[in-house]
């Protein structure tokens, strides 16, 4: 089993700025990719920010600019720095990793985090 492990929720006023984490443990072989993702009420979740395993990172058009994906050196923590929050950055966000738990296992699987409310006030 995999366990994501986020933190960093908080409400910030528009301007400030936020850092989210997501810590995996657990059975883990290998990490894929690892991605953000936030939904807002009464929204779908969307993708926010990933990086991919080589290290290339893809950001959705909202927030390029202001937001920075990372990992640590293990690659078993990510990252999501927040810079110049707006109100409409407001949602759940939660973090997604890929894992191969063993040797044996030929795939990666998906897991997801608890989900972390981010609010920012006008």
């Known amino acids: 089993q995999v366990h994501l492990v986020e933190s960093g929720r908080g409400l910030v006023q528009s301007g400030g700025s936020l850092r989210l984490s997501c810590a995996a443990t657990?059975?883990?072989?290998?990490?894929?990719?690892m991605e953000w993702y936030r939904q807002a009420t009464g929204k779908e979740r969307e993708l926010v920010a990933e990086?991919?395993?080589?290290?290339?990172?893809n950001y959705a058009d909202s927030v390029k600019g202001r937001f920075t994906i990372s990992r640590d050196a293990a690659k078993t923590t990510m990252y999501l720095q927040m810079n110049s929050l707006i109100p409409e950055d407001s949602a759940v966000y939660y973090c997604?990793?890929?894992?191969?738990?063993?040797?044996?296992?030929?795939?990666?699987?998906?897991?997801w985090g608890q989900g972390t409310q981010v609010t920012v006030s006008s």
């Open positions: 997604k990793v890929w894992v191969r738990e063993s040797i044996r296992t030929s795939g990666f699987t998906g897991y």
């Open positions: 657990g059975s883990i072989f290998s990490i894929g990719d």
């Open positions: 990086i991919f395993r080589n290290g290339r990172t």
